[in-house]
T-cell receptor
Framework: NAGVTQTPKFQVLKTGQSMTLQCAQD?????MSWYRQDPGMGLRLIHY???????DQGEVPNGYNVSRSTTEDFPLRLLSAAPSQTSVYFC?????????????FGPGTRLTVT | AQTVTQSQPEMSVQEAETVTLSCTYD???????LFWYKQPPSRQMILVIR??????QNATENRFSVNFQKAAKSFSLKISDSQLGDAAMYFC???????????FGKGTRLHILP
């Protein structure tokens, strides 16, 4: 199993550009989510999904869109990048309801918006 | 709303000594999980230890153990026989059993002194 994969690892965007951060998992997990990590802020939830076709907003959703057409993939779209979106982005997945349920994290994407 | 507080932004410990990282949380839920994640310079989020709220026994994983005080909403991490490889950012995290939304503390940076 590859676990949770994210692409790209690094990205530089100009203000106003759009892009999609990719996230895929091969563990057949129902739950997937996106977090951003900023210095001194810990990780904050952007969007999450409890299954294919179902998404909801987290703590900091503005400026981001998501969709979940398959169990495996959960892309994060930045429609018009802003310098405030400079951050490290993590995707996570888990399978709920089991006693040993844990979230698995991807390796992260470092995004810089100039 | 649930919150997680880590009151120690940075800590240092001598190699081979024991160190305790503090975490408190606030929730009205009765069924939840608590986690400690380690984030080394590689940025990867690594699960250190997990505690189910319904279990009274404190979780242990080799040199890592927790002191879970449910009534006080406290969840501290003890690292015994500290090693240079333990140097990292440590995040305390909370998750309900209903969904995959994880609430993170702001982290404690742990330095190991040789």
């Amino acid at each position: 199993n590859a676990g949770v994969t994210q692409t790209p690892k690094f990205q530089v965007l100009k203000t106003g550009q759009s892009m999609t951060l990719q996230c895929a998992q091969d563990m057949n997990h129902e739950y997937m989510s996106w977090y951003r990590q900023d210095p001194g802020m810990g990780l904050r939830l952007i969007h999450y999904s409890v299954g294919a076709g179902i998404t909801d907003q987290g703590e900091v959703p503005n400026g981001y869109n998501v969709s979940r057409s398959t169990t495996e993939d959960f892309p994060l779209r930045l429609l018009s990048a802003a310098p405030s979106q400079t951050s490290v982005y993590f995707c996570a997945s888990s399978s709920p309801g089991t006693p040993s349920s844990s979230s698995y994290f991807g390796p992260g994407t470092r995004l810089t918006v100039t | 709303a649930q919150t997680v507080t880590q009151s120690q932004p940075e800590m240092s410990v001598q190699e081979a000594e024991t160190v305790t990282l503090s975490c408190t949380y606030d929730t009205s839920e009765s069924d939840y999980y608590l986690f400690w994640y380690k984030q080394p310079p590689s940025r990867q989020m690594i699960l250190v230890i997990r505690q189910e709220a319904y279990k009274q026994q404190n979780a242990t994983e080799n040199r890592f153990s927790v002191n879970f005080q449910k009534a006080a909403k406290s969840f501290s991490l003890k690292i015994s026989d500290s090693q240079l490889g333990d140097a990292a950012m440590y995040f305390c995290a909370y998750r309900t059993n209903r969904d995959d939304k994880i609430i993170f503390g702001k982290g404690t940076r742990l330095h190991i002194l040789p």
